[in-house]
């Protein structure tokens, strides 16, 4: 249990066009290259003030996070010693990363001795396979650049019981058209990636999770607009 991280057994990874089980190095190598440029890992600071600021507006506390596809753990780690929870989990099926983040972490000076801190590298459709019926919830997941390599059926799997997982969800996914800006602008092409509309995540996200803010989902499941923390119903979708 070195720096209080607990790593799990490793689940068998499969070859890189099977993104959703875990990417071989060379795919690390093509799509993150250059991290320091790339939304969630140069601007980790920055999204998870914005977070922060956000909670602390409505005085609500966050004691346990889950990052679903860690890649990393550049944001993870942010997320750790800006909010100091008291449980906090990381999960990632791919071996490069994975070995890269529990080589390096230290916990947070911020984060109390006590606090648990556990990775385990493992996908999300399985983590929530192997998870559906316990009874683990967390204040606030994390996924970011995950949904773009699932099925649709993974997707129409993980999301019911998701909602059940995690109360607030910090979601990004990027749609066809931006996959195509990226292609234009940033001579940037993730060939493991799946195009979809934004109408298409729209209408699966919303049975579970409704939209709070920028990137900020929460859960049908804990919430709805008679009691939910956060006020300013009118931004909600």
Same mark, same amino acid.
């Given at each position: 249990m070195?720096n209080?991280?607990?790593?799990?057994?490793k =689940?068998k990874q499969?070859?890189?066009?099977?993104?959703?089980?875990?990417f071989?190095?060379d795919?690390?190598?093509?799509c993150?290259? *250059?991290p320091?440029t790339?939304?969630?890992?140069?601007?980790?600071?920055?999204?998870t003030?914005?977070l922060?600021?956000? /909670?602390d507006?409505?005085?609500? *506390?966050?004691?346990?996070?889950?990052d679903?596809?860690?890649?990393?753990?550049l944001?993870?780690?942010? =997320?750790l010693?800006t909010f100091?929870?008291? @449980?906090?989990?990381?999960?990632?099926?791919s071996?490069?990363?994975? +070995?890269?983040?529990?080589?390096?972490?230290?916990?947070? *000076?911020?984060m109390?001795t006590?606090?648990?801190?556990?990775?385990q $590298?493992i996908?999300?459709?399985?983590?929530i396979?192997?998870?559906k019926?316990?009874?683990t @919830?967390?204040d606030?997941?994390?996924?970011?650049?995950v949904?773009?390599?699932? @099925?649709?059926?993974?997707?129409?799997?993980?999301?019911?019981i998701?909602k $059940?997982?995690? +109360?607030?969800?910090y979601?990004?996914?990027?749609?066809? +058209?931006?996959?195509?800006?990226?292609?234009?602008?940033?001579?940037f092409?993730?060939?493991w990636?799946?195009?979809?509309?934004r109408?298409?995540y729209?209408?699966?996200?919303?049975?579970? /999770?409704t939209?709070?803010?920028s990137?900020?989902?929460?859960?049908?499941?804990?919430?709805?607009e008679?009691? @939910?923390?956060?006020?300013?119903?009118?931004?909600?979708?």
């Open positions: 070195q209080r991280l607990i790593m799990k057994k =689940i499969s070859k890189a066009s099977k993104g959703h089980k875990g071989s190095e795919y690390w190598q093509h993150y290259s *250059e320091q790339m939304d969630c890992i140069g601007n980790s600071y920055a999204h003030h914005y922060k600021n956000l /909670f507006m409505e005085f609500i *506390e966050i004691k346990s996070v889950i679903l596809g860690m890649g990393l753990g944001f993870f780690e942010e =997320i010693k100091a929870p008291k @449980t906090a989990v990381g999960i990632e099926p071996d490069y990363p994975y +070995k890269q983040f529990t080589k390096r972490f230290k916990l947070p *000076e911020s109390s006590r606090s648990l801190v556990s990775a $590298q996908d999300l459709s399985a983590w396979k192997k998870n019926t316990d009874k @919830t967390f606030l997941g994390i996924c970011t650049s949904f773009q390599y699932l @099925t649709d059926a993974e997707i129409d799997f993980v999301l019911p998701l $059940q997982k995690v +109360k607030y969800l979601f990004t996914v990027p749609t066809d +058209k931006e996959l195509k800006r990226g292609i234009i602008e940033n001579k092409r993730d060939p990636a799946k195009g979809r509309s109408k298409w729209y209408e699966k996200l919303s049975k579970h /999770f939209f709070v803010s990137r900020l989902l929460e859960s049908k499941y804990y919430f709805d008679s009691d @939910t923390f956060f006020t300013n119903l009118l931004y909600r979708f």
